[in-house]
């Protein structure tokens, strides 16, 4: 290989002017007539190559694109090796394992020439090679039109010549297999290595007779009027001990070169695999793939346009779902992965293929497909793929292209197997800048996450951040490691979306009042990175329901920008508006007018005399919990509040608060309903960081932070400490407490032996609301129980702060406040408890208790007691009160509503009820 060529691999300084990326340097001329040779070479080891003489090769190279790290499976023998580059499909489909051929599926995955005729029965095809095997065996049953197989492969000469007989003179032939096999026939006697001479002589000799092949298709007749695309590569490599037949580099590596007009120019960074002559060579000809044929190959190293925007806005990660081919059907299948460098047992298995197994029902993915990757019968096992970023070269170098990584990764049941995820930014000589990592999702992880011993489940992992500066190629490697049986990691999705430097949306929008008059309007743009320029800057017009700009806004737009601090989520914030009044908004981009986002909501306002207000608590993303926020939007309630677990997150580190407010936040049904129905939450432990813990916890700060950049709650906890808020809806004050920032931070002020739970700064307020409230009803809502049916060893509930639940009555009863409702979430039940506080309160406390949003109940927590009224366990369930203020009536109802829309409990107050005496 001339040392030009070397160059050309290895030195950036040599790459076209795109950096190096594979690009398209030659317009194809429509009239031409495709064509295609596939040259493959016996035991090629790519470094001998780029050690030799070869000037054929070269010739190839300099016209089209190479990598020397295509990969081929593990069973690196000559039966497997081409029957997976004939056939477009890994070993365990065509099943050769070996030289023997015992048993193959040929015809269920046969070779290209037979599937070319399917689907173009006039096109013309050719076989010249002397390894018997491949056309006694691999192609026996195919309709090849000109053909010659022969039994001597130390001997290139005979094959060589009727190929150059038959290209020089019949121009219909448009797709011909040439195969070389003397140099793998000079490494089993002397050695494959760049430092055996006579190896790389083999190499220079199969190299004249590539030149003669060239040289007769150059001399055609209709040359001018022919589009060749060339594709050069081997079946293995080999070793200096005279072998091949192990899974390791040495023999696993090949040469992989693409050449001609319509060939990409340059360096094939991305990841190619041995399979991938088949679809190369149909998409040169114009063949479109049958989705029936079930073919594990993709189409590399073809001109095409590589303008940076190409790279922008979609999944760059080739069979990131594992849907590019069939699964296997059972564990014991090793299915070899589409698009992926292979290394060990990993494979795609179907949901639902195996009992035990993950099935589509297994919290997971909303949008999953119908396979997952899984690690298989193997210690340790990985995928990798490298994705070639060479065209947004510019922008990567000027800091302008933010990334957004993410998976689903899961495990079974209480197995400790595990999947996780490393991404390597490599610049143009393959060395690493950086890395981001998506951590295994644990069995604690999954425990913690669905309140569950031990589930069988996926969980989201995310990370981003900005392509950093000399990034070529991002290296996605996704590790399985198990701990006993098969491995038991699982991942799904997985995804790596590059971002223009311009807002682009990717979840909300949503709406938070932070008065009858005050309005932010939130989402979250689809860039994470610091920036004030034009492309980030974005608007929010609001109107009327009838349609013109509200007379009484200061102003009708307002601008804004991703805040990179706040993780890139956007707040608008309007002000002077009007109570009671509906209100329509649309979100666009200032630089070219793009609508991002539409929205509208109704303000609160004390003077209306009714209100229906939505409770909820302990949340999933799942399909379930996303039938339960559509039922709610049907209910068309004037506030949604949630209690907490909302989501479940169990971690305080704050990447992974703010990845999982971001999935929650980007849930359709969700979505579509906190667009439209003002939201007010507070946290509960799992959302707070860590089941049932209390103020003590380390890292309470980040929870707060991405909570508060999700939900921006501009009142919460006085704008200092923890969450605690409250709001007006007609005749309803709502106060929404926090029952975690101070639990046992401080003594109570009561009983100084004991801890507190709210704190003294939250008693305070407490205190100042419930004295300046004039609401007829006054709900006090705690993530946390207010009553002590509880399941065995659960401490974290009132009943826990007998102290501080009775200074609660007493300050009722001190500031004669009527109307107060109790409602809380939390223990999985759906609950109605009356307290018999009379003697202290004046009025015995009702509590509703709603939980849980998505389908897990705890039958061990049912309860019962005299003060128990009602109590059952209910998937996907909700909480509706509304109240009303007439001259001649006033109540509240509480219903428990289904996501069916089934009223499964219902109770209705009298305020009366609830008055000092």
């Known amino acids: 290989m001339i040392p030009a060529v070397i160059a050309l691999l290895f030195c950036a300084a040599a ?48 016209n089209g694109c190479v990598t020397l790290e295509a990969s081929t499976s593990a069973h690196t023998v000559s039966g497997p090796g081409w029957s997976t580059i004939l056939c477009g499909v890994w070993p365990d489909k065509h099943r050769s394992i070996d030289n023997r051929f015992l048993i193959t599926d040929y015809e269920r995955f046969p070779s290209v020439f037979t599937l070319a005729k399917r689907a173009r029965p006039t096109i013309r095809t050719a076989y010249f090679g002397n390894w018997g095997p491949i056309g006694e065996r691999i192609l026996a049953n195919d309709p090849i039109d000109v053909r010659l197989s022969l039994q001597d492969p130390k001997n290139d000469a005979p094959q060589t010549e009727a190929c150059v007989a038959a290209l020089s003179k019949d121009d219909g032939i448009d797709l011909t297999f040439f195969y070389v096999g003397n140099v793998d026939e000079v490494g089993h006697a002397l050695g494959f290595h760049r430092a055996v001479p006579g190896y790389r002589a083999a190499i220079e000799a199969a190299d004249v007779l590539v030149g003669r092949v060239m040289t007769a298709i150059e001399s055609r007749a209709n040359f001018d009027r022919e589009d060749w695309l060339v594709i050069l590569t081997s079946d293995h490599g080999g070793t200096i001990d005279l072998n091949h037949g192990r899974d390791i580099q040495e023999h696993r590596e090949v040469a992989f070169i693409v050449s001609g007009d319509s060939a990409a120019k340059g360096a094939l960074r991305a990841t190619v695999n041995q399979c991938d002559v088949v679809a190369t060579a149909f998409a040169h000809l114009g063949i479109t793939i049958d989705r029936a044929w079930d073919l594990d190959s993709h189409a590399v190293g073809l001109a095409r346009d590589v303008g940076a925007e190409k790279l ?5 990660v080739v069979n990131g779902d594992a849907e590019f081919a069939s699964a296997a059907a059972n564990i014991e299948g090793n299915r070899g992965v589409a698009g992926w460098k292979d290394w060990g047992a990993v494979s795609t298995l179907a949901y639902g293929a195996q009992k035990d197994f993950p099935t589509s029902e297994t919290p997971g993915p909303m949008q999953r497909g119908s396979n997952f990757f899984f690690g298989g019968d193997a210690g340790e096992s990985r995928i990798s793929q490298r994705i070639d970023l060479g065209a947004a070269a510019a922008e990567i170098d000027a800091a302008r292209v933010p990334f957004e990584f993410s998976a689903w990764l899961g495990g079974f049941a209480k197995q400790r197997d595990v999947a996780w995820l490393e991404l390597r930014w490599l610049d143009a000589r393959g060395g690493e800048i950086a890395r981001n990592q998506l951590e295994a999702v644990t069995m604690e992880d999954r425990a913690a996450a669905f309140a569950i011993e031990a589930p069988t489940a996926f969980l989201l992992r995310r990370a981003g951040g900005v392509v ?26 997985i995804s790596l979306v590059l971002r223009p430097m311009v807002a682009v949306f990717d979840c909300g929008p949503a709406v938070f009042l932070q008065s009858e008059t005050e309005a932010t309007v939130w989402m979250r743009a689809g860039i994470s990175s610091a920036t004030t320029t034009d492309g ?24 804004a920008v991703p805040e990179a601090d ?11 508006l009007s109570a009671g009044t509906g209100y329509r908004y649309t979100i666009a981009r200032v630089a070219d007018g793009a609508v991002l986002a539409r929205g509208a909501f109704t303000t609160w306002s004390s003077e209306t005399p ?36 909302t989501p479940y997150i169990d971690s305080t580190e704050l990447s992974a608060q703010r990845a999982r407010h971001r999935a929650f936040a980007s849930v359709d049904s969700f979505e579509a309903l906190t667009a439209m129905i003002p939201t007010v939450a507070t946290w509960d432990d799992h959302d707070f960081g860590r089941n049932d813990t209390d103020g003590r916890l380390p890292g309470r700060e980040q929870s707060r932070r991405a909570f508060l950049e999700y939900r921006p709650l501009e009142h919460a906890g006085q704008g200092v400490d923890g969450l605690f808020t409250s ?6 004050e709502v106060f929404l407490l926090d029952a975690r920032w101070f639990a046992k931070t401080e003594p109570s002020r009561d009983d100084p032996t004991k801890p507190t739970l709210l704190g003294e700064m939250q008693w305070k307020w407490v205190e100042e609301k419930l004295r300046a409230s004039t609401a007829p009803v006054k709900v006090f809502a705690s993530g946390m129980v207010w009553n002590s049916r509880v399941r065995p060893l659960k401490p974290d509930y009132w009943g826990a702060y007998p102290h501080e639940f009775m200074r609660f009555q007493r300050l009722i009863r001190e500031t004669k406040a009527s109307g107060v409702v109790l409602v809380s979430g939390d223990v999985h039940r759906s609950r109605v408890v009356v307290h018999p506080t009379k003697d202290v309160v004046g009025y015995d406390l009702v509590e509703f208790v709603t939980s849980p949003l998505h389908a897990r109940v705890h039958n061990d927590a049912a309860v019962t007691g005299p ?3 009602f109590d059952a366990g209910i998937p996907n369930a909700f909480l509706l009160l509304d109240a009303r203020e007439t001259m001649t009536a006033s109540s509240v109802t509480a219903r428990f509503v289904a996501s069916d829309g089934r009223v499964f409990h219902e109770r209705t107050i009298d305020l009366k009820m609830l008055a000092q005496p």
């Open 15 to 62: 790459l076209t002017p795109s950096d190096g990326n594979a690009t398209n340097i030659h317009e194809t001329k429509p009239t031409r007539r495709a064509k295609v040779l596939i040259i493959g070479i016996d035991g090629l080891r790519p470094d001998a190559l780029m050690a030799t003489d070869t000037p054929a090769i070269d010739a190839l190279i300099a």
């Open 312 to 316: 922008f806005g979609h999944n760059l």
């Open 468 to 493: 950093p500066i000399g990034a070529r190629v991002a290296e996605i490697t996704v590790r399985f490691e198990r701990s006993e049986g098969v491995c038991d990691g699982y991942a799904d999705e």
């Open 536 to 559: 980030a800057q974005l608007r929010c017009i609001f109107e009327s329901d009838g349609g013109e700009a509200d007379a009484t806004l200061a102003e009708h737009t307002v601008l």
């Open 566 to 576: 706040r993780d890139g989520t956007v707040r608008f914030k309007f002000e002077h």
């Open 610 to 645: 009714r209100t229906r207000i939505a409770f909820g608590s302990c949340a999933d993303i799942d399909d379930s919990t996303a039938l339960v926020w559509r039922q709610i939007a049907r209910q068309s309630p004037d506030a949604l509040v949630l209690l907490g677990d």
């Open 727 to 732: 709001f007006r809806s007609g005749p309803v």
């Open 867 to 869: 003060e128990v009224v």
